[in-house]
């Protein structure tokens, strides 16, 4: 029987773009093909799933891993009131065969960072809402770059916005996002995406200057709906 490693369950709203406030159970994978500089969240694998049953408690019941597609599904139900499941981690997409065994009220909402296209396409009628990163990681940090921005875009492409399903594109900007990089793989996935969001990174030491956030929006506002939206559930300390 399948069985998977989560760090966490917890009922939350979705701090990051266009549905920021939409109430979501958020399901944690653990494990990364990625290592970005600026990430927020640790990935590696834990002993326990962290569930937290009252949303808002902050009292987390302790699931032993590995976890089976009824156990996470069951716990998904217990809660109320949701517009989606956020399916988030670690990169979730490492766990396609698993998504699609769950069995939610709510739609699906995948946090990604599209890079494994072969898993896109095994979830592509299971997902309702992508939320797909770009990744302009330093070249240092990809063992292949080329092959690194290909994936990017096939995914993009496998996930696409149509009548069943959205999907948008977030890029977290650093102070060392180089503009033509962003352009490049914009122009490639405009057409594949309802909208663009520019999330700058949220450790101040890292961020971008607004000035070049505004301009970065100016220039990709003919081609798609450009937004700027900063994490908002660390503004107001929620999970
Ligand atoms: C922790 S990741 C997990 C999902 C997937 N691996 C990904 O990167 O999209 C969830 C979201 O948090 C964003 N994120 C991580 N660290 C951040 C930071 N320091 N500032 C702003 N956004 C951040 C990621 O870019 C991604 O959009
Ligand atoms: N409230 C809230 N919104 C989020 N949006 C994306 C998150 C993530 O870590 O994937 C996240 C998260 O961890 N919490
Ligand atoms: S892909 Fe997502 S989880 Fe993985 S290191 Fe980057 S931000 Fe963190
Ligand atoms: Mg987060």
């Not at 990744?135 to 240092?140: A, G, I, V, W």
Request: glycine share 6%.
């Amino acid at each position: 029987m399948m069985r998977t490693t989560l760090s966490e369950v917890f009922c939350s709203v979705q701090g990051e773009g266009p549905y920021v406030g939409c109430r979501q159970a958020f399901v944690r994978f653990t494990g990364c093909n990625l290592k970005c500089n600026y990430c927020d969240t640790p990935v590696e694998a834990t002993k326990v799933c962290k569930f937290e049953a009252v949303p808002g408690s902050n009292k987390f019941h302790e699931i032993e891993n590995p976890l089976s597609p009824e156990k996470v599904s069951e716990m998904i139900n217990s809660y109320s009131g949701l517009h989606s499941v956020s399916l988030t981690g670690g990169e979730p997409l490492m766990n396609a065969d698993f998504i699609n065994l769950l069995k939610t009220k709510v739609p699906l909402y995948l946090e990604s960072n599209m890079t494994l296209p072969r898993m896109a396409k095994k979830v592509k009628d299971k997902v309702s809402y992508v939320s797909g990163d770009v990744k302009l990681l330093p070249h240092s940090l990809l063992e292949d770059p080329e092959l690194h921005l290909e994936s990017t875009i096939e995914c993009f492409r496998t996930l696409k916005v149509t009548k069943d399903r959205d999907c948008f594109c977030k890029i977290v900007v650093t102070k060392d996002t180089s503009e033509d990089d962003i352009e490049g793989v914009v122009g490639a996935i405009s057409g594949y995406i309802s909208c663009l969001i520019l999330q700058p990174v949220t450790q101040k030491a890292m961020q971008p200057e607004p000035g070049f956030l505004l301009k970065l929006q100016e220039s990709f506002l003919n081609e798609i709906d450009t937004r700027i939206i900063p994490q908002t559930h660390k503004m107001w300390g929620c999970l």
